[in-house]
Each structure stands twice: as structure tokens, then as C-alpha cells.
């Protein structure tokens, strides 16, 4: 059973940045698909960002392209997300989560989440 461990979060001021960090533990990390979504009370979970199992294809929610980066390390079995000119509306609860193949196909795909992380951007 894989487990997903986030880091990274925090509290920050508008305009600042956060790297969030997501460690997989197993050995299939490299072979699947990795995404990025966020939570606020109230809201259903949204999606970030999603990255291949190379690293060669990601895409991005509207909502944070150009600002937010997915990356990943497959020989540290991490996937991380480079949040740069963060708003208050950023402000959630990050989660991510392991694809079941090894490019992104939606959230029905989706076999192992972590546990959240905090950000919170002040204005």
C-alpha cells in the first residue's frame, strides 16, 4: 500500500512563495502519474497540477498557470509544487495524489491520496 506524505506548507504573505513536497514511499512511484489538488471548507477539491510519470507532460488548473510549478524526482520518490505570487485565494489545504497509470486521466484515476498540507496566504 503506497503511502503519500506532504511538507511544505504554511503561512505566508501575498506575493510570497512555498514549495510543498510529496514523498511516496513503495517502489511504482516512477511509473505513475502524480497530481496536485487543494481543498477549502466548504468547497470540493479542486485541481492544481498534474505531472506525467517522466516529468515530460504537466498541466496546470487556469487558476495558478504561470505561477505554479510541478516537478518531480523519481529517485527520491518526491513530487513537488513550486507556488510562487501566492494570493489569499491560494489559501488551502494541498493534497496529492498518485495516479493510476502513468499519465494523468482524471480524478476517477486516482488510487492514493496524502494526508494535506496547510497553506495559508495573508493579504
Known amino acids: 500500500q503506497v503511502q503519500l506524505v506532504e511538507s511544505g506548507g504554511g503561512l505566508v504573505q501575498a506575493g510570497g512563495s512555498l514549495r510543498l513536497s510529496c514523498v511516496a514511499s513503495g517502489r511504482t512511484f516512477s511509473i505513475n502519474a502524480m497530481a496536485w489538488f487543494r481543498q477549502t471548507p466548504g468547497k470540493e477539491r479542486e485541481f492544481v497540477a498534474t505531472i506525467n510519470w517522466s516529468g515530460s507532460s504537466t498541466n496546470y488548473a487556469d487558476s495558478v498557470k504561470g505561477r505554479f510549478t510541478i516537478s518531480r524526482d523519481n529517485a527520491k520518490n518526491t513530487v513537488y509544487l513550486q507556488m510562487n505570487n501566492l494570493k489569499p485565494e491560494d489559501t488551502a489545504v494541498y493534497y496529492c495524489?498518485?495516479?493510476?497509470?502513468?499519465?494523468?486521466?482524471?480524478?476517477?484515476?486516482?488510487?492514493?491520496w496524502g494526508q494535506g498540507t496547510l497553506v495559508t496566504v495573508s493579504s
Open positions: 495524489a498518485r495516479g493510476s497509470s502513468n499519465s494523468y486521466r482524471g480524478q476517477n484515476y486516482l488510487d492514493a
